[in-house]
């Protein structure tokens, strides 16, 4: 059936539709010479023929596509929905179009003939199309001419047979930008066929998941080119697999590509390998950056110019020749994974150069002798010397490095660490400090340096103190109300057990905070209303954050507290041991680290003190700690077992009143205040074991030596009942430590 003199297609299609509708099926639609169709808000669908070509014919005449257009389920022999003879325009500037489920032997949704024009193709989807070659788009014979593909998607159209899952071009294609070809597939080119007469201007589009696994051929994942590519430009090729030749392109013995601007290429698999590129004939990278992620291969020339940077990172590049004006750039990981440059000559011009990116330390075979004069690297850490095409790459001493690039010893010694580091993570984390070098952040690397070398910070002095003062100020809040909560108790002896729930905060400057919650629960006796003797047991987690380092620690502590009170004065006494385990959660550039180690700690408190009948208490004392931090190895560095000493000089004051209540209930309230002085504080000092360094000893921060303590608390005694609540302080320079208890006690 065939419409003509129609000033717009989508008034005679509501006719058309509705006779279709009574019949089963769509009647092929022809545009003769001469005549102009404009296609707008329609569906043209169940077209089906084995042996006429496209639903609809585009016999010399235009047509014109602008907006909502839906052509689904056609089936034809050339061209499942267009045959074209004649100039089709395809704008959809309104709203896209649609190219679905169509079917033919060449071009499934369109078959561009040898004198077909089509000036544009813009804002459409080409969806599940199949053809045996062309999934989508076959543009067939030297005079076949595409001015602009734009603005659209190729998403799972099929060449069963041959080439060109979305597109097989024999002709012209001018341009193709800002197109997505997602998962095509075909025997030769997943997503673009491009034939050895074909040429295509410009490519400016993403290539997802493409892929050749059947047939014959299985080369090009995303690409076979064996025309003329122009240019391709800002694209990226990701996840394209081919069953043999070229992950991503595979370009023939006549083909030439040219790239441009910023171009990527990562997960890319030939034949069951990491491959972007397998080049038998010519390409050159003009300008911008071109990465490479999984390498490429093949017997062609590549040619780098001037001004144009092709980065392989730690891939292997194997070509025939490589003439090389511009930037070849390779990264040196490890021994393992390295940039190798295997080519059978090289051709490196008055510009050329081989920027290497070093990680490791080593002696590397690039495959190709190079010159001394044509390699720039970080001479700032590294030394490079070059023997035919081994390159041998050693670490300058720490010195010059610290001279060189104005880092801390630290954080130069870490620096050479990584780059002597036989792990691979680490050694990925040494490029990464390369990085940061080279843009000048020294910031960053002196705060990941100080998170390999061990702990910098006082926590553990923090974590550990936390522990003890908790369970110490608890003894002898204990101790020190006895008298008063159970003077009027008459036996010798009279036990109390008491449970106390406990939550601390605790901020060192800005460089960590710690969050502990915890259980305590003792039994004491009160001999003779003069002695008192008790043991306690408290489990307590703890979860500290500092920068990008989190640390849990999980702690069990033991504690033994008396006192002797034979009148208002007194002496009172603590013991404790603590056992904790830390597991430490740490990103060091870019890198994971994850150490575990043990901290044991154990000391002791001694106060004295006279209980004026009007509240008031003085007192002074000693508080002992002492740490003991197992050796680790962190991953980085192995870390020396170590100790540290802290004795403090207590003296304080107190005032507590106590009210009594006809029914016998007492409330005590109570203030209390003291200043230390740490008389023994070791340095924060840690050995540690580095990879090109041996020995080297760390300097970190430790807790100010002045301080002060302050709490208030608030106890009510019933009968045998005893409940409190109370509020501790802990300041130092740039540092305090908040802690509020809740204790309950019964007396037996």
Same mark, same amino acid.
């Given at each position: ?15 058309f ?27 043209? +669908?169940?077209y089906q ?11 010399? #005449? ?44 060449? #071009?499934?949704a ?9 000036s ?7 969806q ?14 030297q ?29 012209s294609?001018t ?14 080119g997943?997503?673009i ?7 295509i ?12 696994? *059947? ?44 790239f441009? #601007?910023?171009?990527s ?61 511009g ?45 001394a ?62 990085s ?21 910070k ?96 999980t702690?069990?502590n ?36 994850n150490? +575990?180690y ?7 408190q ?18 002992? *700690?002492?740490?003991?931090?197992? #050796? ?61 360094i ?7 921060d ?23 609540l ?23």
């Amino acid at each position: 059936m065939t419409f003509r003199n129609c000033f717009t297609w989508s008034f005679c299609f509501l006719g058309f539709i509705g006779t279709l509708s009574n019949a089963g099926a769509a009647e092929q639609i022809e545009v003769p010479i001469g005549e102009v169709y404009n296609i707008t808000d329609s569906t043209y +669908e169940m077209y089906q023929s084995d042996s006429i070509n496209g639903a609809v014919a585009v016999v010399n #005449g235009d047509l014109n596509v602008t907006a909502n257009a839906k052509f689904l389920n056609n089936k034809g022999n050339l061209g499942g929905v267009f045959y074209n003879l004649g100039n089709i325009s395809i704008t959809s500037a309104d709203g896209n179009s649609l190219f679905g489920t169509n079917e033919a032997t060449l #071009g499934g949704a369109i078959y561009n003939t040898n004198s077909g024009k089509i000036s544009e193709i813009s804002h459409s989807l080409f969806q599940r199309n199949q053809s045996d070659s062309g999934g989508a788009i076959y543009n067939s014979g030297q005079g076949a001419f595409i001015d602009r593909i734009a603005n659209s998607s190729f998403i799972e159209n099929t060449a069963k047979k041959e080439y060109g899952g979305a597109i097989h071009n024999q002709g012209s294609i001018t341009s193709i930008e800002q197109v997505a070809f997602l998962n095509n597939s075909a025997s030769s080119g997943g997503a673009i066929s491009n034939d050895v007469n074909g040429r295509i201007g410009n490519i400016n589009a993403t290539f997802n998941g493409n892929r050749v696994l *059947l047939g014959e051929l299985k080369q090009g994942g995303a690409i076979s080119n064996s025309g003329v590519i122009e240019s391709i430009t800002d694209s990226k090729f990701i996840g394209n697999r081919a069953g043999d030749l070229g992950g991503a392109i595979y370009n023939a013995s006549t083909g030439s590509i040219t790239f441009k #601007g910023t171009n990527s290429f990562s997960g890319n698999i030939a034949g069951g390998n990491s491959n972007d590129i397998l080049n038998d004939g010519q390409i050159i990278i003009a300008d911008g950056i071109t990465t490479i992620g999984s390498g490429i291969s093949g017997d062609g020339t590549l040619t780098v110019q001037d001004g144009a940077t092709l980065s392989i990172g730690s891939t292997t590049l194997n070509q025939g020749v490589l003439n090389l004006d511009g930037v070849l750039s390779a990264s040196i990981v490890n021994q393992k994974n390295f940039g190798k440059i295997d080519v059978d000559k090289i051709n490196i011009g008055a510009t050329g150069k081989l920027d290497l990116t070093l990680g490791a330390t080593g002696i590397y075979d690039f495959g190709t002798d190079i010159s001394a004069g044509s390699v720039s690297y970080n001479d700032s850490i590294y030394t490079v010397s070059i023997d035919g095409s081994n390159l041998v790459v050693k670490t300058k001493s720490v010195e010059n490095i610290v001279d060189s690039t104005n880092l801390s010893s630290d954080a130069a010694v870490v620096v050479i660490g990584l780059s002597n580091s036989s792990s691979y993570s680490l050694n990925i984390a040494s490029l990464n400090a390369q990085s940061a070098l080279e843009s000048g952040d020294l910031g960053y690397i002196e705060k990941e340096s100080e998170i390999l070398l061990g702990e910098g910070k006082p926590i553990v002095q923090s974590v550990a103190s936390v522990l003890q003062t908790q369970l110490f100020s608890m003894a002898t809040n204990r101790m020190n109300m006895s008298d008063k909560i159970e003077k009027d108790i008459d036996e010798n002896v009279a036990y109390g057990f008491w449970a106390q729930g406990l939550m601390n905060t605790s901020k060192y400057a800005d460089a960590f905070t710690g969050d502990t919650n915890g259980v305590a629960v003792g039994l004491d006796a009160l001999i003779k209303k003069h002695y008192m003797l008790g043991f306690a047991f408290s489990y307590n987690q703890t979860d500290i954050t500092a920068n990008e380092r989190d640390t849990e620690v999980t702690s069990n502590n033991f504690m033994l507290y008396g006192q002797y009170k034979p009148n208002n004065w007194y002496v009172n006494a603590a013991l404790n041991y603590a056992m904790s385990d830390y597991v430490e959660n740490a990103i060091a550039f870019g890198v994971i680290i994850n150490p +575990e180690y043990s901290v044991d700690s154990f000391g002791g408190q001694l106060i004295t003190g006279y209980d004026f009948g009007f509240g008031l208490t003085p007192e002074v004392g000693a508080r002992y *700690l002492y740490i003991s931090q197992d #050796g680790y190895d962190n991953g980085f560095a192995e870390v020396a077992k170590t100790d540290f000493n802290y004795l403090t000089a207590i003296a304080g004051v107190k005032y507590a009143l106590s009210f009594e209540t006809e029914g016998r209930l007492k409330f005590i309230p109570e203030v209390r205040a003291a200043f230390t002085y740490d008389v023994i504080s070791d340095d924060n000092t840690l050995s540690v074991t580095i990879p090109g360094i041996g020995n080297y000893i760390t300097y970190g921060d430790k807790l100010s030596e002045l301080g002060g303590e302050f709490g208030i608390g608030l106890s009510l005694a019933y009968n045998e009942w005893n409940f409190s609540l109370n509020y501790d302080l802990d300041i130092r320079e740039s540092y305090n430590s908040q802690t509020g208890s809740v204790n309950f006690k019964y007396t037996f």
